[in-house]
C-alpha cells in the first residue's frame, strides 16, 4: 500500500495534483518530453507513487508513458480543442435543461451577482492574478453546477477532465479585458434564461457560448 500524503490522501494522489499544478503554472511545458528522474525533482514525490499517477494522466490523455525513454506530455491542438468542445457541448445541453427545473433561486441569483461583480471589476481593475483565478471559479461556478444537476458520477467526471484539456489549451491564451467581459455577458445570457425557466433559450444560449469560445480557441491555432 501506498503511504498517505497531507489530509489523508495517498501520495499518488499528491503526486497527480503536483504535476498538474506544474502544468498550470509552467514549470512543465505542454509538449514537454522529461524523464522520470527529472519530474522526481521537480516534484518532490517518490517514484512509487509518481508512477500511479502517470498512469492515470496517461489514461486521461495528458501524457504518453515512452517505455525506458521518457514521458511526453500532450500539446493541445486544434483537433483536441474541436472535440473537447463539442462533447462539452453534448453533455451541457442536456445538463443545462435540467438545471432550469432544479436549480435554487437563491443559487441562481448568486451566480447572477457574481458575474455582474466581476464585469464591475474587471471595468475598474483590468486583468489580475486574482482577477485570473476567480474567472476560473466562475467558469466552475456556471458549468460545474450545470453539470452537477445531472447527478451522474460519469458526467462529472468527463467535464473535469475536459476542464483540464481547456485549461492545457488556455496557457498560451492571452487574457484580455475585452475577452473576460464577452465571457460575462455569455454567462449572462445563460443564467438569465435559466431564470426565466426556459430551457429552450438556455440550451440555445449554451450552444451560442461554446461556438463562440470554440472560434476563439481555434484562432490560436492558425
Known amino acids: 500500500m501506498l503511504a498517505e500524503g497531507p489530509g489523508g490522501g495517498r501520495l499518488s494522489d499528491l503526486a497527480y495534483t503536483r504535476i498538474l499544478e506544474a502544468l498550470f503554472d509552467r514549470r512543465l511545458s505542454a509538449g514537454a518530453f522529461v524523464s522520470q528522474n527529472e519530474l522526481v525533482q ?10 500511479d499517477a502517470l498512469r492515470v494522466l496517461e489514461a486521461e490523455g495528458i501524457l504518453t ?3 525506458r525513454s521518457g514521458i511526453q506530455f500532450t500539446k493541445p491542438g ?6 473537447t468542445y463539442q462533447f462539452r457541448t453534448i453533455i451541457e445541453r ?16 448568486a451566480m447572477r451577482r457574481r458575474h455582474l461583480e466581476m464585469a464591475l471589476k474587471l471595468e475598474t481593475t483590468g486583468i489580475t492574478p486574482e482577477i485570473l483565478l476567480e474567472l476560473e471559479e466562475l467558469e466552475g461556478m456556471l458549468h460545474g453546477a450545470t453539470i452537477a444537476s445531472l447527478r451522474n458520477p460519469l458526467a462529472e467526471n468527463a467535464y473535469r477532465r475536459m476542464r483540464m ?32 425557466r426556459d430551457p429552450d433559450a438556455a440550451e440555445a444560449a449554451l450552444i451560442a457560448h ?7 480557441h481555434l484562432g490560436m491555432f492558425v
Open 78 to 83: 486544434a483537433e483536441l480543442t474541436k472535440s
Open 165 to 196: 484539456y481547456l485549461r492545457l489549451v488556455r496557457l498560451d491564451r492571452r487574457m484580455t479585458v475585452p475577452l473576460a467581459q464577452r465571457t460575462m455577458r455569455e454567462h449572462l445570457e445563460i443564467i438569465a434564461a435559466i431564470e426565466a
Open 65 to 67: 508513458i515512452h517505455p
Open 210 to 216: 461554446y461556438a463562440t469560445a470554440l472560434q476563439r
Open 94 to 109: 442536456a445538463a443545462v435543461r435540467v438545471f432550469v427545473e432544479m436549480a435554487d433561486d437563491a443559487e441562481i441569483a
Open 42 to 51: 521537480l516534484l518532490g514525490v517518490p517514484v512509487a507513487p509518481l508512477r
